[in-house]
């Protein structure tokens, strides 16, 4: 079946210093990876995702993703966080086995910036 | 571009009683996904459906749960008559496409259950 870890219920960290949130990944074939943002009382946010290719992907507001195979990790980073970036994180992976195309979700990253 | 909209916001009933959710998609997003999202968990699909028909309601609990996307746009999902354990957000999101396109979310119905 189909799963995603995210291993970290807290990320704690001082602005400006670089970020990561973690997260591995179980599939059968090629994985289809996203990470998406949740801000309170807001819905989730597209940050970016991983089809083919390059391994390092670009996202919004300055975020990164490294898709490594092997270690069959998407983990997401960002150089210099900001107070702003305090929000809760899911990375998700597309669910291949079931007819349709929805996403499975990990349980949540809560990322903590401190000024 | 205006976003997915859902109402209402929020919701408070009575078990057993019974409440509906609505839902209008990005214009020209022919997928439509209801998700709930329990307190502390990610969120779970509950149905897909790609213009009026459904790709996917395996999750969804038939017995209390209902949802339809009449003339392939707008959606509702109802749950009749409702329990303790539904109190959680339910998300509403659209995609352009199937596949590896990401799918665009509304802001939320948060259901408390009491």
């Known amino acids: 079946a189909q799963s995603v870890a995210q291993p970290e219920d807290q990320v704690n960290v001082a602005e400006g210093n670089p970020l990561t949130v973690k997260c591995t990944y179980s599939?059968?074939?090629?994985?289809?990876l996203f990470w998406y943002v949740q801000y309170p009382n807001r819905g989730l946010q597209f940050l970016l995702k991983y089809i083919t290719g390059d391994n390092l992907v670009k996202g919004s507001y300055g975020f990164e993703a490294e898709f490594n195979k092997s270690q069959t990790s998407f983990h997401l980073k960002k150089p210099s966080a900001l107070v702003s970036d305090s929000a809760l994180y899911f990375c998700a992976v597309r669910d291949i086995a079931s007819k349709g195309t929805a996403l499975i979700f990990g349980k949540g990253t809560t990322l903590s910036v401190s000024s | 571009e205006a976003g997915v909209a859902q109402s209402p916001r929020y919701k408070i009933i009575e078990k057993r009683q019974s409440v509906a959710f609505w839902c209008n998609p990005i214009?020209?997003?022919?997928?439509l996904y209801w998700y709930q999202q329990i307190l502390g968990q990610g969120p779970k699909l509950l149905i897909q459906f790609q213009n009026n028909g459904v790709v996917d309601d395996s999750q969804l609990p038939k017995d209390r749960f209902s949802a339809e996307r009449l003339k392939g746009v707008d959606s509702t999902l109802k749950i009749q008559p409702a329990k303790l354990e539904d109190s959680a957000v339910y998300l509403c999101?659209?995609?352009?496409?199937?596949?590896?396109?990401?799918?665009?979310f509304g802001q939320g119905t948060r259901l408390t259950v009491v």
């Open positions: 214009s020209g997003h022919a997928t």
């Open positions: 599939v059968s074939g090629n994985p289809y």
């Open positions: 999101a659209s995609s352009f496409v199937t596949g590896g396109v990401e799918a665009f």
